[in-house]
């Protein structure tokens, strides 16, 4: 009987290599992208070009720490080295963009699916050409380079809720002055998932007192009547 051929190649596989900005907190590093403690693999090139997308997404300034790009594993032209994604996003610097310099692209208001009532705003930053998603309940507020939320880009992003987060804070934990350069934007949110919120149950959401004149609530009105 004649011996069956048996097929050993194995599946493309791709990382991705991460070169630190010549003139950044990282010049001179590079290497396979790593997080965790392990180098990042992937069998489907569009998994490591989300990966990169979601790290150039996250970081919102207009000089990045460093650059990606996917790389077939098996190639032995690059040294086996690696660069770790927390030591990049230890050198993120803080957000720089204008606070007040934002589009409101669009709005989403409803239950999802845990009994968990959600304003959600889309806001464009002209100046970093990027958009983030804010999202107010009763309990908080979150921040994200991506609609995890209501995934109208069908992406799952809420899947990779680490890789898009930008700010998570809790309204009993917190102070608005805490915001910093979101506090604009985290306060139209508010207002808008007050209102939605008092035309759907009749009543505006019970917030910290800190918190209810950013959500447009007179602390002193027993009441809580929404000022709009």
Known sequence: MKKATIKITPPP?????????????LAGQAGYLAENGERLFFVQR????????????????????????????????????????????????????????YVLKGQAFGNTGGGC????????LPSLDKTVWVNCSCEGVSISSADYIWNTDNSGSWERYEDVSLLDISFQDSQPEELGVWRSMVQNTLRYM????????????????????????QPSDPTMTMSY
């Open 117 to 124: 009532m959600v304003g959600t705003a889309a806001f464009h």
């Open 13 to 25: 596989v791709y990382a991705i290599w991460a070169e630190a900005r010549a003139d950044g907190p």
């Open 46 to 101: 569009a998994e490591a070009e989300l990966k990169i997308a979601d790290l150039r997404n996250s970081c919102l300034n207009r000089q990045p720490a460093a650059r990606y790009r996917c790389v077939d594993y098996f190639n032995s032209s690059l040294p086996n080295q690696d660069l770790t994604v927390e030591a990049i996003r230890t050198y993120y610097p803080q957000p720089d963009f204008d606070p007040e310099e």
């Open 194 to 217: 007050t209102e939605r919120y008092a035309a759907f149950s009749g009543s505006p959401p019970e917030l910290p007192d800190s918190w209810k004149s950013e959500a447009g609530i």
